[in-house]
């Protein structure tokens, strides 16, 4: 009988952006997280906790699956985290040892990627002035991101229709591979009003967002479920409710996907992260 395998798809939600533990800094009650100097480091420190943390090993926990391969990575886009997803899987045989599940959760659909000297940069186009403080993005990021948004016009359809199109690769080289997927949305201010265009252009069967009627990520009032820094994301309760969501999801509309037995051990790795072709293409 084959074993489960968990893959989680996204960004810094995927990742676990947000746990932080405040015994790993010099932690100051209601300083926000762009006001440290040394956020850099501090990020750095916790991104073990992010891993172990976050919503993915939970709902591997909660589907009762024996392995998980998380590839969250903070800042990354849709088509950025395809390309990753292809840069790892795509000549692998995973389906003749696993009974695998693809999760995608899906970022901002503005966010786009592209190739540079041999690696994929991913390219936030919506910067606040906080982070572009803490990351030190160059002028020429920035430029491009605004000429991007300035270039498409309406940041919601064409980010949706750009956004789909990447979702229904994933879906074929899903189906080509042996793998079942599904995704949803985190973005409800950005989804909700546009449930009827997003439901047309994605593929139903994967989607667990349009039969969605609860928030997957807590609201902003759950003080208690968001970091502690102000980040912007959710902490570790944030992401039990985020689990806790997804399983509800899942057991209503595909409950064929959650495992009968519990495995004598839980195994999870992370493996955010692109391939680097300059070292590898002369």
């Not at 009762?64 to 795509?90: A, C, H, P, V």
């Not at 966010?111 to 186009?125: A, E, K, Q």
């Not at 994967?206 to 820094?229: F, G, Q, R």
């Not at 509800?248 to 992260?273: A, M, R």
């Amino acid at each position: 009988m084959k074993q489960k395998l968990l893959i989680t798809v996204g960004c810094s939600v995927t990742e676990g952006y947000g746990c932080f533990d405040p015994a790993t800094f010099n932690y100051i009650h209601g300083k926000k997280y762009y006001e440290y100097s040394d956020f850099s480091d501090i990020f750095k420190k916790n991104r073990l906790n992010f891993h172990n943390k976050g919503w993915p090993p939970r709902l591997q926990k909660k589907l009762k699956y024996d392995k998980l391969i998380n590839l969250g990575l903070s800042g990354s886009s849709t088509s950025g985290q395809l390309k990753m997803f292809i840069e790892k899987f795509y000549d692998t045989t995973l389906s003749e040892k696993y009974d695998v599940l693809v999760f995608w959760l899906l970022t901002h659909q503005s966010r786009i990627s592209f190739y540079r000297d041999g690696l994929n940069v991913d390219i936030l186009p919506h910067l606040t002035n906080e982070i572009q403080k803490v990351h030190k993005f160059s002028n020429e990021y920035i430029e491009i991101g605004m000429g991007y948004l300035n270039f498409i016009k309406d940041v919601v359809r064409d980010g949706l229709l750009e956004q789909s199109f990447y979702v229904k690769l994933m879906e074929i080289v899903c189906k080509e591979k042996g793998f079942n997927f599904l995704f949803t949305a985190m973005e409800p201010k950005a989804y909700k009003q546009h449930v009827e265009s997003f439901s047309k252009l994605f593929p139903r069967e994967h989607d667990l967002y349009s039969t969605n009627n609860v928030d997957i990520v807590p609201k902003k009032e759950e003080v208690e479920k968001w970091s502690l820094l102000d980040c912007g994301h959710p902490n570790e309760l944030g992401y039990e409710h985020m689990a806790n969501m997804m399983y509800g999801l899942i057991s209503e509309h595909k409950s064929y996907l959650i495992n009968k037995d519990t495995p004598q051990k839980f195994e999870h790795s992370y493996e955010g992260g692109y391939k680097n072709y300059s070292e590898i293409l002369v």
